[in-house]
């Protein structure tokens, strides 16, 4: 004798249910770490924007002490005997270390800023000559009244034109030192013997200082750029944070196997429950309630995990 046909609604309706309900919870769990890690997000960029406006600053204070403390040992070793060198057309960093004091510039800074010196000398010898020969007295009072008479000179290294203008409006005489233009035509030049120990001294301490503000502002610039690099990674792992793509295709899968079939099953107004039915729609259910408490168990696991690392780097 057949069966009576069983009325497939209730079956359907309690999986289409329970679906929607799990859907509901885990879904708003789902929406409350989106919103988490909204505000995360703009708090972690809020936080890396300030550390980079402190990086900026940090840098250009860093770059200030480096030139600083550059500029101090280049007009310490540029002194008026390596600019008559390089006037005589000694650019080489080992003929102008004979000349010079001894620094701790290179050879390649030393090369560098000669050319520039010598770019000087000549603009300052092109320049003066040109004011010298329209002067109806030249020279008669001396570099500073020249100097104030012509305010229009860009002047970027003083004792260059300083020598140029003594070179030009002084008789010419040889020096057994330096070949071409000697340095007796010159306004009186310090030497070491006649600079005293406390000016050395002076001088020592003031690039001692310089140096000690570069080292401190280029361990300040490391220091910050570690912490920067810190953030943004901080920054990108709440931006792609671990299995939530995951966990939103298994909630899918879910919504799909638990409401969506039923509910088209049910659209078609079927008069017995049939065991095909029944299997397929109840293990669609399952697969996805399995893979749902799979991933909720696998997502507490990897906390568990990250609470017992942290307390283990606290502890220690």
Same mark, same amino acid.
């Given at each position: 004798?057949?069966?009576?046909?069983?009325?497939?609604?209730?079956?359907?309706?309690?999986?289409?249910?329970?679906?929607?309900?799990?859907?509901?919870?885990?879904?708003?769990?789902?929406?409350?770490?989106?919103?988490?890690?909204?505000?995360?997000?703009?708090?972690?960029?809020?936080?890396?924007?300030?550390?980079?406006?402190?990086?900026?600053?940090?840098?250009?204070?860093?770059?200030?002490?480096?030139?600083?403390?550059?500029?101090?040992?280049?007009?310490?070793?540029?002194?008026?005997?390596?600019?008559?060198?390089?006037?005589?057309?000694?650019?080489?960093? /080992?003929?102008? +270390?004979?000349? =010079?004091? %001894?620094?701790? #510039?290179?050879?390649?800074?030393?090369?560098?800023?000669?050319? &520039? $010196?010598?770019?000087?000398?000549?603009?300052?010898?092109?320049?003066?000559?040109?004011?010298?020969?329209?002067?109806?007295?030249?020279?008669?009072?001396?570099?500073?009244?020249?100097?104030?008479?012509?305010?229009?000179?860009?002047?970027?290294?003083?004792?260059?034109?300083?020598?140029?203008?003594?070179?030009?409006?002084?008789?010419?005489?040889?020096?057994?030192?330096?070949?071409?233009?000697?340095?007796?035509?010159?306004?009186?030049?310090?030497?070491?013997?006649?600079?005293?120990?406390?000016?050395?001294?002076?001088?020592?301490?003031?690039?001692?200082?310089?140096?000690?503000?570069?080292?401190?502002?280029?361990?300040?610039?490391?220091?910050?750029?570690?912490?920067?690099?810190?953030?943004?990674?901080?920054?990108? /792992?709440?931006? +792609?944070?671990? =299995?939530? %793509?995951?966990? #939103?295709?298994?909630?899918?899968?879910?919504?799909?196997?638990? &409401? $969506?079939?039923?509910?088209?099953?049910?659209?078609?107004?079927?008069?017995?429950?049939?065991?095909?039915?029944?299997?397929?729609?109840?293990?669609?259910?399952?697969?996805?309630?399995?893979?749902?408490?799979?991933?909720?168990?696998?997502?507490?696991?990897?906390?568990?995990?990250?609470?017992?690392?942290?307390?283990?780097?606290?502890?220690?």
């Amino acid at each position: 004798m057949p069966s009576a046909p069983s009325d497939p609604a209730p079956f359907l309706s309690t999986i289409t249910t329970a679906s929607s309900a799990l859907v509901a919870i885990v879904g708003g769990l789902l929406v409350a770490r989106f919103v988490t890690l909204g505000s995360e997000q703009e708090g972690a960029q809020r936080v890396l924007t300030d550390a980079e406006a402190r990086l900026e600053v940090v840098k250009t204070r860093a770059e200030e002490a480096h030139q600083k403390r550059l500029h101090f040992d280049l007009d310490r070793f540029f002194r008026r005997e390596v600019i008559v060198a390089v006037n005589n057309g000694v650019v080489d960093a /080992a003929g102008l +270390r004979e000349v =010079g004091w %001894a620094s701790v #510039l290179t050879d390649m800074q030393i090369e560098h800023y000669a050319a &520039v $010196v010598a770019e000087e000398l000549v603009r300052a010898e092109e320049t003066c000559k040109a004011l010298l020969s329209s002067e109806e007295v030249p020279a008669a009072s001396g570099w500073e009244d020249f100097r104030r008479r012509h305010p229009e000179l860009q002047i970027n290294i003083d004792e260059a034109w300083e020598i140029k203008f003594a070179l030009l409006t002084a008789p010419p005489v040889r020096s057994r030192n330096l070949p071409g233009i000697g340095l007796s035509r010159l306004p009186s030049i310090p030497t070491r013997a006649s600079l005293s120990d406390t000016l050395m001294l002076q001088r020592g301490i003031r690039r001692d200082a310089l140096k000690a503000q570069e080292e401190r502002s280029q361990q300040q610039l490391e220091d910050l750029e570690g912490e920067v690099v810190r953030l943004r990674k901080a920054r990108e /792992a709440i931006v +792609r944070p671990k =299995g939530l %793509a995951f966990g #939103l295709l298994i909630l899918s899968f879910f919504t799909v196997v638990g &409401v $969506v079939v039923p509910l088209l099953v049910m659209s078609t107004a079927p008069k017995d429950l049939t065991s095909t039915m029944a299997d397929t729609v109840f293990g669609l259910f399952m697969a996805g309630l399995v893979a749902l408490l799979g991933y909720m168990t696998v997502l507490a696991l990897r906390l568990q995990a990250s609470g017992s690392r942290g307390s283990g780097g606290t502890d220690s």
